[in-house]
């Protein structure tokens, strides 16, 4: 979606604790090189916007203490702290772990006007957002199991 070469964004300094923003380098990868880094459903989850079937997703039900990344450039997206049950079939949050590491991109497709989130270091899309979600921000962050990884940290 940007065409900089640099994004500022705020990386793990330590499990589950986020450092400053910083300016990081963009991940841009081709088609093919993405396609051999993924598996086929990530690929069409990730790189061609697609959806995965509601309640067969691998975190919909995670209950653990960690930190949610980009499953194509480990760039920490959600804790699991913002976690919520919306009853709709994927992982949903209230807030990213940092607002700046979550695009929100309009999006006119079928025929309707939502917000899609992408990572904002490789563009990665991972779901839309709703104003429907539990206080304190009244937004339900809806993912797709796919297009994250789960990273278990230690409860404090």
């Known amino acids: 979606m940007s065409s900089s070469e640099t994004v500022t964004v705020r990386l793990e300094i330590s499990p589950g604790q986020l450092g400053e923003p910083q300016k990081v380098k963009r991940v841009v990868k ?18 061609s916007k697609g959806t995965e079937i509601p ?7 995670n209950k653990k203490t960690g930190v949610y990344t980009c499953v194509c ?3 920490p997206l959600f804790a ?12 949903s949050f209230f807030q990213p772990i940092a607002k700046e590491n979550v695009l929100n991109i309009v999006d006119s497709s ?9 990572c904002a270091r490789c563009d990665a899309h991972l779901g839309h957002v709703f104003e429907d979600g539990p206080k304190p ?10 297009s994250l990884n789960f990273r278990e940290t230690p409860n404090k």
């Open 73 to 75: 450039c480990d760039l």
């Open 110 to 118: 079928h025929g309707m006007e939502r917000v899609e989130i992408v």
């Open 80 to 91: 699991s702290h913002s976690k919520f049950n919306s009853g709709t079939g994927w992982p």
């Open 137 to 146: 921000t009244g937004l339900r962050f809806c993912l797709n199991s796919e």
């Open 55 to 61: 309640f067969c997703g691998n975190l919909l039900d």
């Open 30 to 47: 081709s088609d093919e090189e993405w396609a051999k880094q993924l598996t086929p459903t990530q690929y069409h989850v990730c790189r």
